[in-house]
């Protein structure tokens, strides 16, 4: 008997290996089948993800801002005609009472059909012109005329002094007859003026306006001081000194939650004329990632005519920026000298160095790596199941391959 158990056992434990073999191989083709499963996901993701960020609205902005990037930016230097409507001052205040009277420069030797004044002169200097004040009512009417200097406002606009405030500049350099004219119903007065550029004056460009001012009565019985006007430009003969500074250049990046599509970067910057001229300006506006990579280009924002000493402030948008841990925004501004009155030689006319300056920041993948972190830790709790899963599989096997051996055991031995 004991010789039979001998020759027994052997066989029992073959019959176990080969049900754990059984189980391990099962074991494997299900963990081959959940790695495919998830890879499939996986791509499944991916193309879902670059579908929507080909779709978004954000595409079409990237391919709309690369064709604005590549239009050109038109520089005017020539002091020339302006729009007749922007030559004219606005008014003081809101009236109730429509405009009854109209402004403009006088047809004399130094132009006809002007829309606003332009001289070059020599320290010291002088030379006489007029306006014209026509009177649109049926009545006579008394208006004020006087001279006051050009400054620009926040939004790139030429404004003039208020009334009451003393010029400096160009608007003391001008000088009337009279302070005030009369003008007779339907009739059209030429005034007089001289402008006398002082021995001292410093060389450059200067702004002013010849003003008209009338009081009108508004709607609420309020007496209102309205104003029209011509702008005048002067440039005082000597050495012209044009400078443009580029100064508090600053980058800030928006993501998107679709961790696929590219976000938007906002640059703002402050051009200064630093020189004693007019000057045209314009910019380019790029950002990119380390090393250049990912770059992209602003479109163009409109950069008003600067007078000397004035700055003016632009913020644009950039489309399509990737965020690759971090960005960096270069501006450029080339300027332009505008071409003196009469000038024909383009050599007098000096060049302006071009102003550079950058600014980075931060453009962290948030969305993309907060993508990354659920699909690590979906892999990791999935391993973790799958553990869980073999070793009760393996208790199994052997709770029932002991079982087998253990009925074989007890079944009589013939």
């Not at 002088?126 to 200097?149: C, E, H, K, M, W």
């Not at 632009?314 to 489309?319: G, L």
């Not at 869980?388 to 051996?405: I, N």
């Amino acid at each position: 008997m004991a010789m039979q158990q001998h020759f027994l056992r052997p066989e029992r434990d073959a019959d176990g290996r080969s049900a754990l073999t059984n189980v391990r191989a099962h074991q494997r083709e299900n963990g081959h089948s959940h790695a495919l499963w998830i890879l499939a996901v996986l791509a499944a993701t991916l193309v879902v993800g670059l579908l929507v960020s080909l779709l978004a609205p954000g595409a079409s902005a990237l391919a709309l801002s690369s064709r604005s990037a590549a239009l050109p930016h038109a520089v005017s230097a020539a002091v020339g005609p302006e729009d007749p409507a922007a030559a004219d001052a606005a008014p003081a205040g809101p009236v109730a009472s429509p405009v009854t009277w109209g402004v403009r420069p006088a047809d004399t030797v130094h132009g006809t059909e002007r829309p606003n004044y332009a001289y070059a002169l020599e320290p010291g200097a002088s030379l006489d012109d007029g306006i014209i004040v026509s009177n649109y009512t049926q009545g006579p009417l008394t208006f004020r005329v006087y001279a006051a200097d050009g400054f620009m406002t926040d939004a790139g606009e030429l404004d003039l002094l208020p009334a009451g405030e003393e010029s400096s500049a160009l608007g003391a350099w001008v000088s009337f007859a009279g302070e005030e004219v009369t003008v007779d119903g339907g009739d059209s007065v030429v005034v007089p003026f001289t402008v006398t550029v002082p021995a001292d004056a410093t060389p450059g460009d200067y702004a002013a306006g010849v003003v008209s001012s009338l009081l009108v009565e508004n709607a609420e019985g309020v007496s209102v001081d309205r104003r029209l006007g011509s702008r005048m430009h002067l440039r005082v003969a000597g050495d012209l000194v044009p400078a443009v500074v580029l100064d508090d250049v600053s980058v800030t990046y928006d993501g998107t939650l679709n961790p696929f599509a590219a976000g938007d970067a906002t640059v703002t910057f402050t051009v200064t004329n630093d020189g004693n001229t007019r000057l045209a300006a314009g910019q380019v506006v790029r950002v990119a990632g380390p090393w250049g990579a990912g770059a992209q280009s602003a479109p163009r924002v409109e950069l008003p005519e600067l007078l000397p000493g004035t700055s003016v402030t632009r913020t644009v948008t950039v489309d399509g920026v990737w965020p690759l841990g971090r960005v960096s925004a270069d501006v450029r501004v080339t300027a332009e000298v505008v071409t003196a009155i009469g000038a024909t030689d383009a050599d007098t006319v000096p060049f302006v160095a071009p102003a550079t300056a950058s600014a980075s920041t931060l453009a962290v993948p948030w969305a993309a790596l907060a993508l990354l972190v659920l699909l690590v830790a979906g892999v990791v709790l999935w391993r973790r199941a799958a553990r869980r899963r073999r070793a009760s599989d393996e208790r199994k096997v052997a709770e029932a391959v002991a079982q087998a051996l253990k009925e074989r055991d007890e079944q009589p031995v013939a």
